[in-house]
């Protein structure tokens, strides 16, 4: 059976339609997770995908974080379930103490839309365990505040447990140490500025982060994220 | 019970970018005012508490501050608190 993969929808998430057919396309069975629910609907993974939930009001992911669906994702997270963030559900896993840090305004002030060469730097994740590290994948980012930025505390602590999951290999928005995705501790929480699921197949200008959806969709079906 | 009127000011912290504050820094050279440097602009917010002492209304807005109305990991934040006059 094909591993089902839950794709929170947030009012103002706009990436939900892409993420979801790169999960069908990776194989998967794609679940629509409607925030203000709170059942998970069984899934064996879940994807926070892009967009402005609930506006960003206040702050990008500040709201959205109190949204009933996320205190079951939290809990989803906790038990060791995979769980994926990408560009504005980076920030909301943020927001949500998921995973540590914030995304402040990029460097240069400027709204950065264009495709990015990005390096894996670990594969033992939930977003990564079928990939080499070291790769360099082309990937879009799409993003005002993509601009990574932790205390110094927290960034030593990422290095020494090898938690700094993609790096840029040309740092485009000023994020500390050129960090484009984090882990948690376990390994199955990642978030990351850069839009794999819009990078599938070669028609869309780049087929490199077929390996990452294929990678999320692994973990799920394995129960174990690398 | 009292009601107590709390000015909340949420600015970046230092090493934060603070874009607003360098476009506007630029842009008031352009009308002759050289003389400017360190322009910073954050957030207001206001709202109204029901509490019984004052103390106990800027506890409860301080945790309002941390657990919503400021990112402490990128955010400062500045608690004016006073009786409201009506």
């Known amino acids: ?226 | 019970m009292a009601r107590y009127e709390a000015r909340i000011e949420v600015t970046h912290l230092p090493g934060i970018l603070d874009p607003q504050g360098v476009t506007v820094e630029r842009a008031l050279p352009a009308l002759g005012y050289t003389n400017v440097s360190h322009v910073k602009i954050g957030k207001s917010i206001r709202l109204e508490v029901d509490a019984t002492d004052e103390g106990t209304a800027r506890a409860q807005v301080e945790e309002m501050c941390e657990r919503l109305l400021a990112n402490p990991v990128i955010e400062a934040y500045e608690i004016h608190l006073a009786e409201f006059a009506g």
Request: charged share 20%; proline share 5%; glycine share 12%.
């Open chain 1, 1 to 226: 059976m094909a591993p089902r993969v839950g794709v929170v929808v947030f009012p103002g998430t706009n990436c939900e339609l892409d993420a979801a057919y790169a999960l069908e396309h990776a194989g998967a069975e794609a679940v629509t997770l409607f925030h203000a629910d709170t059942d998970l609907k069984g899934v064996d993974g879940v994807i926070v995908p892009g967009g402005f939930a609930h506006g960003d009001y206040l702050r990008t992911g500040a709201i959205a974080r109190f949204s009933p669906i996320m205190a079951s994702v939290a809990e989803f997270a906790a038990a060791g379930g995979p769980v994926v963030g990408i560009c504005n559900g980076f920030q909301v896993l943020c927001e949500a103490g998921l995973l540590p840090g914030a995304l402040q305004k990029n460097a240069g002030l400027k709204f950065i839309c264009r495709t990015v060469d990005l390096r894996v730097e670990t594969t033992t994740t939930a977003l990564t365990n079928s990939l080499e590290a070291g790769v360099v994948l082309r990937i879009p980012i799409n993003h005002f505040e993509g601009n990574y930025t932790c205390a110094p505390e927290t960034l030593a602590r990422l290095r020494d447990e090898d938690r700094i999951v993609v790096r840029y290999v040309d740092n485009p928005n000023g994020s500390v140490d050129a960090i484009a995705g984090v882990c948690n501790e376990g390994r199955n929480v990642v978030g990351l500025m850069p839009h794999p699921e819009r990078a599938i197949e070669s028609v869309l200008g780049s087929a490199d982060g077929a390996g990452m959806i294929a990678s999320i969709v692994r973990a799920a079906g394995a129960g174990v994220v690398a």
